[in-house]
């Protein structure tokens, strides 16, 4: 096979485990994103049961200040009691106060109501803090190996392109040129393979001859349709990883 060929086969196949790399590396501050969100709802369910249990206290300090006022007004009543002169008050008077009491025990249904939910309100507090500090565990968890993903990432990308750099070195600097436009102009993919006289890169057949040429290895040979730089594969035996991407 022609060395240059060779070469670019190889930094071919550099710039793509770098473009997988930089795809999942850019793909890393949705995901950090995701946890941020993810520990904003849980403590937003914690807020929220906070707030009811808030409002549920208010609401029964009002009931209890009206329940003292109707206990007020009823001892009240029975201060009267003694004072009534004719049996028209006195009946006006048993009125009032049997509305007072009516009022009085409304009142205390309601508190004891507002009680019972109050508990509820507590467990779901409870319940949403546990789930607040699970999702915030595992958050941080997440976190810590998305950061280490990303210095892995890194350093590969480091590799990838002292590599590259190294490979791309031993070539002559028109046909670096030339790979590096066909890489930019082809999402990434300059160099493609020859299947059954198909381009890999774009799905198109070559005509006979080129695919012939193609097929010596010797020459740098470009597709008709993509203009990638095309090669055969060696040996059939070999199963080889897809580099096939639409064109
Ligand atoms: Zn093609």
Do not use: W
Not at 170 to 179: D, H, M
């Amino acid at each position: 096979m022609l060395p240059a060929l060779a070469t670019l086969i190889v930094v071919q196949d550099l710039d793509t485990a770098a473009e997988t790399a930089r795809h999942r590396l850019a793909g890393l501050p949705a995901l950090l994103q995701q946890l941020d969100r993810d520990s904003s709802e849980a403590a937003g369910v914690v807020e929220a049961a906070k707030q009811q249990l808030a409002a549920n206290g208010a609401a029964r300090r009002d009931l209890e200040t009206q329940a003292s006022a109707v206990e007020a007004r009823l001892s009240r009543f029975e201060d009267h009691k003694a004072a009534v002169k004719t049996n028209q008050e006195f009946t006006a008077l048993l009125h009032e106060i049997e509305v007072a009491r009516g009022s009085k025990d409304a009142l205390d249904d309601q508190i004891l109501g507002l009680l019972e939910d109050a508990d509820g309100i507590t467990a779901a507090i409870a319940e949403a803090e546990q789930t607040l500090a699970r999702v915030k565990a595992k958050g941080e968890a997440t976190r810590r190996e998305i950061e280490a993903e990303k210095t892995t990432i890194e350093h590969e990308l480091a590799r990838l392109g002292g590599e590259r750099s190294r490979e791309l070195a031993g070539l002559e600097a028109p046909l670096v040129a030339r790979y590096e436009q066909i890489l930019k102009q082809r999402r990434m993919l300059a160099v493609a393979r020859l299947e059954r006289d198909v381009c890999s890169g774009c799905h198109v057949k070559l005509r006979p001859v080129v695919a012939q040429h193609v097929r010596h290895n010797d020459a740098i040979v470009t597709c008709d349709s993509c203009q990638r730089i095309l090669y055969a594969p060696a040996a059939p035996a070999t199963v080889e990883t897809s580099d096939a991407s639409p064109a």
